[in-house]
Every structure is written in structure tokens, then in C-alpha cells.
């Protein structure tokens, strides 16, 4: 920029020659530069006005879309932010079909310590083995000494260790809000809830993920924050679930067994209103998984009801029966060869005890004939039996909604030949689990259709396809009611309920192949009353063995049966069904005139 001197020379000079003084060129420039500055500079403050306003206007005008925004949005759960991400606070509760609590959320608080804080770390460490004794002194010395500036002490305390904590008085002891999960039953139906952990972390809060059972199964709806108010709904029963664990853990305890479990099953909505396994553990604080070893079964992680897949013996000789009466091959009175032994090749098929030359139908369920069976199944064919059993859903894993169910494969033969049809026929070569059988017997009790087992309480029938026609249903539970009346489950005689159902009574096999010699899994599947059926119960137990009468006995009528028939005496009143007088069979009349 060129500026005007104060002084031009020519205009000096001029005023000089005329006399004039010179000083009065000088102010009169001055005064004209200051009045130049005055206008810039009022220029400059008007520009910043202006952009001042522009940003307070554009400002304002988003303040306002964003309240609007707001106030025309849905609204939204709130999430607890942390550096590395978002971690979600809220996970749906799960309850009883009656709506009782099952899994909850519990506000407490994490342990954690930054060392360069801290006053006096041996002191802080001390008292914080006293709070926790399972701790290591040594550790924490070490820990609050070194080079870390961050320690998680414990992930999650209660309010009373907080407040011990809080005691000591040291800075760099802190603490972190969150949730966790809690189960206030403890180990009441530990094997279906299954349990929760920790996912993301952060000190301001953590996410809880399932890990396993119907927590895992349904992570994603429990953690959605729209599904906050809306708890998941089981299909167990709080009361029955209580009830079936007492039973079915004296019971374990008399028959000296090293595992056992238990099934409910609603039989026309497949609604599983109590599912037990033991041993069991508390998911408050649950066990971690067994790193070595062959036998998964020794876990108290392990669900023998959808995992235990078993042999499950002289159960599933009414299968055969059923299908054999379904097809138009025999009557319940028609009449069976049996003698014995049955050769197959090299193979010889047995029966437990010597029952004849020849038996009916009926009595072959009723004596658990294995002969009598396999005949049958010849008759029947390796083909028929095979879809006969894959409609009722025994070849593939059941549909029940916890994780572990999917785990629970049926072992099939590699080869299904002749011989593999008569062995299946009663429960050897085939193995399934305890749930496999509970949805088989549902589908005799119902009239012939399958029910999928659900964990999901149901509104009304849940009825798939047909597996076999209602007379053939009929007549199965008939002869399974003789087995209670006439045959190897005379102690689950219940008064006032009239219980049917079959025992069976495999080898326990070995984990690395082959079978024990003196070791069984006993089982008794029923089903009550009945006359109207409603429910079906299976009883398993591994490894029982009672002396009665100065025998040792491990089959499933001295062992599975008494404790089922407990449970039913136990479980009826609680399930809503009514003692009463069995309807006896009408006397036939001929009428004739005189």
C-alpha cells in the first residue's frame, strides 16, 4: 500500500514561497489518514459482527433441528459410552411360565486399582486379602509396585465388599458402576438357564453375553433394549422344577448313581415343564470347562437330558410294537414265535429269562421280550423302521432351545442291515438321549402325533405330522399300562394315578470304546394318567446299584422306576391332575330274548 507522506515537498516548498506555514499541510494529512484508519476499522468490526451472527443463527437453527429430531424420533434405551465403543446395560429377565424370576440384572460395582495414585500399596494390599481371601498378597505387591498403571482387582463385588474396600481410604482403590446376572434360585435349573459372563469391558460399565443354555440361545433378543420389559418366558414350572430336583436327588442318592435325570413333558404342546440333571452347578458362580479327560459326563457342565446320549435299552420296544400295529402286522393278541436264541450270522439274540415257545404281542412288551421284538422287526424292514423313527424325530438332534441340545447327536449304525433293525428294536445300536424318548413317548400319549420339546411356553396344541394312527396309540399305552400292572415296573404303581410306561436297562458304555461289565444307565419312560394322558416322564440313572432282597440290583425296575413313581406321587398334585378311581374294563353282555 502506498501512503501519503505527511510533508510533500512540493506543497511545502509552495507554501514557504508564499509564506504560508507548512505545519498546517502536516496536520491537515494527519487528519485525513486518521479519519482513512476510522472507516477500515469500522469496516473490519462490522465484518466480524456479521460472521458472528451468521454462526450464532446456524447455531440456533441446529439446537432447534436437533430438538425436533428428538421430539418426533422413537425414543431409545441408553447406552453407557467408553472409549473403544458402546457397551450395552440392559439384558431382558427370563421367567417361569407363571412369570416367577428366573434370571435377573443386579447393579454392583467392579474392583479396580491405579498404582501411581496409590499411598501406601502394602498397607491397600493387606487389607484387600482380608476383603479377599482369594487373592494373593505377594501379587498385589507386585502388581501396585511395578510399571502398571491400570489392574482389575475384581470384576464384580457386593455391597458390603465395597464398602470394606472403601475403608481402607486409599486413592487408588476405585471403583466401576455395572451390571451383572444374577439367578436367585442358585442351582434350581441350572442346565436350562445355563449362565452369563462378561463380554466387552470397560471401566464404566461391562456387557453381559450368555454362554451357555437359553441365556446363549436367545443372547440376541435378552440383549436388545427394545425387548427390556418383555422378559423371555419359559416353559418350566418354578414349583415343579423344585419339586422334580428334591426327587431326583434323594433319588440318586438311595441308588447310589453317579449321574441322573429327569424330564416333564407337556404332551400336547411339547411344552418341557421341568428338565433336571444332576450333578448341577450354581450359575451365580459357574464352574469352567474340564480341559482333560474322556468322560465329558463327569462335568457338572454336562446335560445328560439333551447331551447323554445313551442306549437306551427296553424302551424302545414299544416303538417296534407300535409301528407293528400301525402297519396291520399283528394285533396285541396275535401270537409271536420266540424261541430262542435268535441267530443272525454269528450273532445270537437273547432274552433275560426264559419266557416259552411263543408269546402274544401284548406280553412281549409286558415280559420285554428282546426276541419277540426283533421278530417284529423283521417283519417290519430295515426301511419302514428307519422312517418310522426319523418321524419321531430319533435320528437327529431335538429341537429343544438350549445350545447343548444341538450337541446331543443320536449315534446311528454305519450299515443299517437286518441285524441292526432287531438290535434297535429294543434299544441297542442305536443311541439317543433322554429328551429323543421323552418326545417318542409323547407322540403314544397324544394320540400318534409328533410334539417338538420346547423350553418356550406354548399357547394350545402344538401338533406336527402324524407318526402313527390314534388306534395304534391306543393299544401301545394299554400294554404299557400292563408293564406297570402285570410287569417290570410294578413299584411305579401311583394311587390315584394310572401311570404307563417301560423300563429299559443298557451297558453303560466306555468313553474310549466297548462296555462296562458291571455298570448300566436305567431308564424309565411313563406317562399319566393313563386314561387321558398329559404328561410324560423319563427317569434316567447312571450307574445305579442297590441291594434289595440280598441281590444287588442295577436294573432300571429296582432302581429308575421307584423314583419315578415318587415323582409322580410328588409332581401330579403340583401339575394340576386329579387323583382318581381307574375306569375298570366293561363286562361284555350278549342280549338275548326268552
Known amino acids: 500500500?502506498?501512503?501519503?507522506?505527511?510533508?510533500?515537498?512540493?506543497?511545502?516548498?509552495?507554501a514557504r514561497a508564499n509564506g504560508e506555514n507548512p505545519d498546517v499541510i502536516e496536520r491537515e494529512n494527519l487528519r485525513e489518514r486518521h479519519a482513512e484508519m476510522a472507516v477500515k476499522s469500522r469496516q473490519r468490526a462490522e465484518g466480524r459482527l456479521l460472521v458472528l451472527g451468521v454462526f450464532f443463527v446456524c447455531a440456533f437453527a441446529a439446537i432447534a433441528a436437533r430438538m425436533g429430531m428428538m421430539a418426533t424420533s422413537e425414543p431409545q434405551e441408553p447406552l453407557a459410552n467408553v472409549v473403544g465403543g458402546t457397551i450395552a446395560m440392559q439384558r431382558a429377565d427370563i421367567v417361569d411360565r407363571q412369570g416367577r424370576i428366573l434370571a435377573t440384572n443386579f447393579e454392583t460395582h467392579s474392583l479396580y486399582a491405579q498404582p501411581p495414585q496409590m499411598i501406601d500399596p502394602a498397607y491397600a494390599a493387606d487389607e484387600l486379602v482380608k476383603i479377599f481371601p482369594d487373592l494373593e498378597r505377594e501379587d498385589l505387591?507386585?502388581?501396585?509396585?511395578?510399571?502398571?498403571?491400570?489392574?482389575?482387582?475384581?470384576?464384580?463385588?457386593?455391597?458390603?465388599?465395597?464398602?470394606?474396600?472403601?475403608?481402607?481410604?486409599?486413592?487408588?482403590?476405585?471403583?466401576?458402576?455395572?451390571?451383572?446376572?444374577?439367578?436367585?434360585?442358585?442351582?434350581?435349573?441350572s442346565h436350562v438357564l445355563g449362565g452369563a459372563g462378561f463380554g466387552k469391558e470397560g471401566v464404566s460399565a461391562a456387557e453381559v453375553i450368555g454362554v451357555a443354555g437359553v441365556e446363549k440361545q436367545f443372547d440376541d433378543y435378552l440383549r436388545d433394549p427394545a425387548n427390556g420389559n418383555a422378559p423371555l418366558q419359559l416353559s418350566l414350572d418354578l414349583t415343579v422344577q423344585t419339586a422334580a430336583e428334591q426327587v431326583l436327588s434323594g433319588g440318586m442318592e438311595l441308588m447310589n448313581?453317579?449321574?441322573?435325570?429327569?424330564?416333564?413333558?407337556?404332551?400336547?404342546?411339547?411344552?418341557v415343564v421341568s428338565v433336571v440333571s444332576f450333578p448341577d452347578f450354581d450359575p451365580n458362580d459357574r464352574p469352567r470347562p474340564p480341559t482333560d479327560g474322556f468322560d465329558p459326563s463327569v462335568s457338572p457342565l454336562f446335560n445328560?437330558?439333551?447331551?447323554?446320549?445313551?442306549?437306551?435299552?427296553?424302551?424302545?420296544?414299544?416303538?417296534?410294537?407300535?409301528?407293528?400295529?400301525?402297519?396291520?402286522?399283528?394285533?396285541?393278541?396275535?401270537?409271536?414265535?420266540?424261541?430262542?436264541?435268535?441267530?443272525?450270522?454269528?450273532?445270537?439274540?437273547?432274552?433275560?429269562?426264559?419266557?416259552?415257545?411263543?408269546?402274544?404281542?401284548?406280553?412281549?412288551?409286558v415280559k420285554s421280550s428282546n426276541i419277540g421284538t426283533a421278530r417284529l422287526a423283521q417283519q417290519i424292514g430295515v426301511a419302514q423302521q428307519k422312517s418310522f423313527l426319523d418321524r419321531l424325530g430319533l435320528l437327529e438332534p431335538t429341537p429343544f432351545e438350549i445350545v447343548e441340545a444341538q450337541g446331543g447327536q443320536p449315534l446311528l449304525p454305519p450299515n443299517w442291515s437286518e441285524l441292526s433293525a432287531m438290535t434297535i428294536s429294543y434299544g441297542h445300536g442305536i443311541s439317543t438321549t433322554p429328551m429323543h424318548l421323552a418326545a417318542g413317548y409323547a407322540a403314544i400319549a397324544n394320540g400318534g402325533h409328533y410334539v417338538a420339546p420346547t423350553v418356550l411356553k406354548q399357547q394350545g396344541p402344538q401338533y406336527a405330522h402324524r407318526v402313527m394312527s390314534e388306534q395304534s396309540a391306543a393299544a401301545s399305552r394299554e400294554m404299557l399300562r400292563k408293564v406297570v400292572t402285570e410287569g417290570t415296573a410294578s413299584f411305579a404303581e401311583v394311587p390315584g394315578y394310572q401311570v404307563a410306561g417301560k423300563t429299559g436297562t443298557a451297558d453303560k458304555p466306555r468313553p474310549r470304546g466297548g462296555y462296562y461289565d458291571d455298570k448300566v444307565i436305567a431308564t424309565f419312560?411313563?406317562?399319566?394318567?393313563?386314561?387321558?394322558?398329559?404328561?410324560?416322564?423319563?427317569?434316567?440313572?447312571?450307574?445305579?446299584?442297590?441291594?434289595?432282597h440280598g441281590e444287588e440290583r442295577r436294573t432300571a425296575g429296582w432302581t429308575a422306576v421307584p423314583v419315578a413313581a415318587e415323582m409322580v406321587s410328588r409332581l401330579a398334585p403340583l401339575l394340576g391332575v386329579r387323583p382318581r378311581v381307574e375306569p375298570a374294563k366293561v363286562t361284555g353282555i350278549t342280549l338275548t330274548s326268552n
Open 257 to 271: 448313581a453317579k449321574g441322573a435325570t429327569s424330564i416333564v413333558m407337556d404332551v400336547h404342546t411339547g411344552e
Open 525 to 548: 419312560a411313563t406317562m399319566f394318567p393313563v386314561d387321558d394322558p398329559q404328561y410324560v416322564l423319563v427317569v434316567t440313572l447312571d450307574e445305579p446299584e442297590i441291594i434289595a
Open 304 to 365: 445328560r437330558a439333551v447331551q447323554g446320549v445313551y442306549e437306551l435299552g427296553s424302551t424302545f420296544k414299544i416303538f417296534a410294537v407300535a409301528q407293528a400295529l400301525d402297519l396291520g402286522l399283528v394285533g396285541p393278541e396275535t401270537v409271536i414265535d420266540i424261541r430262542g436264541p435268535l441267530r443272525w450270522g454269528k450273532h445270537a439274540i437273547r432274552d433275560f429269562h426264559y419266557y416259552g415257545k411263543e408269546m402274544t404281542v401284548s406280553k412281549i412288551i
Open 1 to 14: 500500500m502506498i501512503r501519503k507522506p505527511l510533508r510533500p515537498l512540493a506543497r511545502v516548498l509552495a
Open 141 to 189: 505387591i507386585e502388581d501396585f509396585t511395578g510399571k502398571r498403571k491400570f489392574l482389575w482387582i475384581k470384576k464384580k463385588i457386593s455391597p458390603e465388599q465395597k464398602q470394606a474396600v472403601h475403608d481402607i481410604g486409599d486413592p487408588g482403590l476405585m471403583f466401576g458402576p455395572r451390571e451383572m446376572r444374577l439367578y436367585p434360585n442358585g442351582r434350581l435349573a
